[in-house]
């Protein structure tokens, strides 16, 4: 971490790149990467403070560094940023690099649109309040069995085959959640209000059109959203239930209790992969030195660098990550493994998307490193239906094909949960003066709409705030339909690699080497995969998958 950081050696920075003079295109593009430079450089200070508050929620000194990043740098950077963007800009040899950073170019013209000085205060302000609400979840744990256990840790009893245990698991973690839902009502109510005036500043009517632009979605429109929302209710849903009701017969249960979601439907006892997070580390290290000598030396990388955190344990943040240190273009992975089965797989996925931003490293411009999260989680869901094909160092093949059987499963399950909360967002900021009470509602429709036939009965409260749950909702808003266009890419890839790996895995490779440096569509068809989520893409993947599902079950 650098220490000597401060807001006047930061603004000295931009200030000496804004004074330059830069009389053609060669010193043109000389400033673009120097500026280029300097923003790696904030960027990976910025993400190793945040991976140090992240890591240990509990420690003081690390949430008042990144606290004082935010509050004092990130303004600097956000108002000394749109000076350069104008200056790039005006410049009359633009037109000369625009076959080189044309992409990057659009992005700047749509950030110069938006910007406005009076919403500095309000995205500092933003990034405080996100803060405060990592604090309010890292701080959650129960107690059971005589021991403290955080949130993930006790996901490892939801997994159990004793129906009375997954039952006292899920409640006890239920009510641990109700606690604070006012606490987190309050805090959604507060970004939310920040957000909608931020969208009005820009000149925007609404946050959704504001949004859109300032996730530079190029490609597609809210309204593709909502087709695709209704893709997922007639194409994916009846698979959803069709699953479910076939593991209700299997547990001898009418229907399925929240509780009975992540159980073996054989009452077989959960699966314990690993012990730690050392032992998940040198277990997938094997996996990747058989699938590919590329993969492998990545990970390589990240095990002898200490760039994976993997163990869950108190006063951690909640969840997984993986964040990048640009200057030194390595990547780091952040996770909560408590031994679980789920656990492989967001070692996989998180190991996707850093093998994504070793792919990058060639990739001159700190612009083209950030990545539209449409394609970036292509990168770490391929990565899970790929390596996950063989899991031999962690099972046998009895305990393999449940794995695959129950991740499958999870593909399926993610499509109408991403549509919910998709859905969700865009309700509540067509309704910008909505109370708590009105979130409550919109919620519980959207549950009908997307209803699975899981049995709700008496336990309405906790169905109400199950959104809560969901950290997107509170820091990164309108950031997940990305999952389930990725997911659509993802399983494309899977397809292709079944009929040829070795050639399916290089063009992957290849595809994620260009960054952002392409639009989306050429991104993905540089991958060998269709920028589609129509239903003609849809309907055979779902297939596929099912058939899968009935080979393993």
Known sequence: MNRQLTA???????????????????????WILEWSELSSALAEESARRYVAMTCDTKDKP????????????EPIILEETEKLQKKLIRHENLIDLENE??????????????FKEENISLETELNLEIQKYQKITGAMSVQYKGETKTMQQMGVFLESS????????WKLLTARRLQDAEALDAAFDKLFSLRIQIAKNSGHENYLSYIFKAKHRFDYTPQDCKNFHESIEKIILPLYKEILNSNAKKLGLPKLRPWDLDCDPYKLPALKPFKNGAELISKCKNLFNRLNPQWAEWFGVLEKENLIDADSRLGKAPGGYQITFDKSRIPFIFMNAAGTDRDIYTLLHESGHAFHQFAMQGQELFAFRDVPSEFAEVASMSMELLAAADLSDFYEPADFRRSRAYALQDIISLFPWVAIIDAFQHELYARPNHAAKDRKEIWLALQERFDSGVDWS???????????????????????IEYGIAQLGALQVYANAKKDPKLTVQKLIEAEKLGSSKPLPELFAAAG?????????????????????????
């Open 458 to 480: 008496g336990l309405e409260e906790a169905r109400s705030y199950l959104w809560q749950k969901q950290l997107h909702l509170f820091e990164v808003p309108f950031y997940y």
């Open 62 to 73: 690390a949430a008042e560094a990144y606290e004082f990043f935010v509050s004092n740098i």
């Open 529 to 553: 995969i269709k920028f589609d989520f129509s239903p003609k893409t849809i309907e055979p993947l779902a297939e596929m998958i099912l058939d899968e599902i009935r080979h393993n079950s």
């Open 8 to 30: 006047e050696t930061t603004k000295t920075q931009f200030t000496q790149l804004h004074q330059r003079n830069i009389p053609n295109t060669e010193n043109l593009r000389k």
């Open 101 to 114: 950073f044309g992409n990057w170019f659009k992005a700047v013209r749509t950030d110069l649109e938006l």
């Open 162 to 169: 004793n129906r009375t245990e997954r039952e006292e698991a």
